[in-house]
């Protein structure tokens, strides 16, 4: 999509932002924090500087008023969608013809635009129309498992198939398949920015999180994950309650995830926890 000027005759348009509209886009992912963590943090990362960002980010705009964004990259991710926004989002997709990995957000906004670009966009991979949205805001009550800790960048080589493991699981196939190196450059990012914990005991990964995206106000865990021989012990649990009051001090106050809703274990743990549910993701892998 190239930049082009706003329209002199329309009052609603799209338009490819760029670094002048930084503080139009921060103040809008502003008015919800919990929701648009991702977008957040790819906008503080880049400065909307396409040669940072790695991929573009449209603005809906209504009355000359930026309303809605969407972030369009290996992943495409909507933040503050208005219906209008939506459509015009899909129609430019549409004729954009590259698919992305997967299509995220709040379900109110991914579902319908999901149904518009299936006919387009083929079949896909897996639908979650239900993933609850979860947010808390101070520490946990519960008794902390002190072995939870950062991991350092040195012990990549330790960790790494801990997050293979759970990429597996959860996305069903093997990151490494193709042997591009994008998944494990991603992991020794986060390693290298201090956003990854675990319980390791004589060198093997017991349970890990990581923070996948932050902004001032809120962060995403991501990546929860536990040995099998581990798992219905209690151990998640507590190494949450660690991770939360461990992250809130590190990286940002408020600290947000997002569960399928039929993975009941983990929703519970995560409401022992203290966690609330404060909205609906969605995804679609494609």
Not at 86 to 94: D, S
Not at 217 to 234: E, L, S, T
């Amino acid at each position: 999509m190239t930049e082009v000027a706003e329209p002199q005759t329309q009052t609603s348009y799209i338009r490819l932002l760029g670094p002048a509209d930084f503080e139009k886009a921060c103040a809008l992912t502003d008015l919800d924090v919990n929701s648009n963590v991702f977008i957040r943090h790819r906008i503080m990362a880049s400065g909307l500087d396409s040669r940072w960002l790695g991929a573009e980010m449209w603005g809906w705009f209504e009355a000359g008023n930026l309303t809605s964004l969407l972030h369009v990259g290996t992943n495409v991710v909507p933040a503050m969608a208005t219906p209008a926004a939506m459509e015009a989002f899909v129609e430019r997709l549409i004729i954009r013809r590259t698919k992305p990995s997967s299509l995220v957000g709040p379900s109110h906004m991914v579902l319908p635009m999901w149904e518009a670009l299936e006919p387009h966009w083929g079949q896909a991979r897996s639908v979650r129309p239900s993933q609850p949205l979860m947010t808390i805001r101070f520490d946990s009550d519960l008794e902390l498992d002190r072995r939870v800790r950062q991991v350092r960048p040195d012990e990549i080589d330790l960790y790494y198939p801990a997050c293979v493991a759970m990429f597996k699981e959860e996305l069903g196939f093997d990151p490494d398949a193709e042997n591009t190196g994008g998944y494990r450059a991603r992991i020794v990012q986060l390693l290298e920015q201090g956003w990854a914990w675990a319980i390791i005991d004589n060198g093997r990964v017991l349970f890990k999180a990581e923070v996948g995206a932050a902004g001032p106000r809120a962060c995403q865990i991501q990546g929860v994950w536990v040995a099998p021989g581990y798992r219905n012990h209690g151990v998640a649990t507590f190494a949450m309650a660690s991770v939360v009051r461990q992250v809130r001090r590190e990286v940002a106050p408020v600290v947000t995830l997002y569960v399928n809703d039929h993975n009941l274990a983990a929703r519970e743990v995560y409401e022992r926890v203290g966690f609330k549910q404060t909205g609906t993701f969605a995804s679609v892998l494609i």
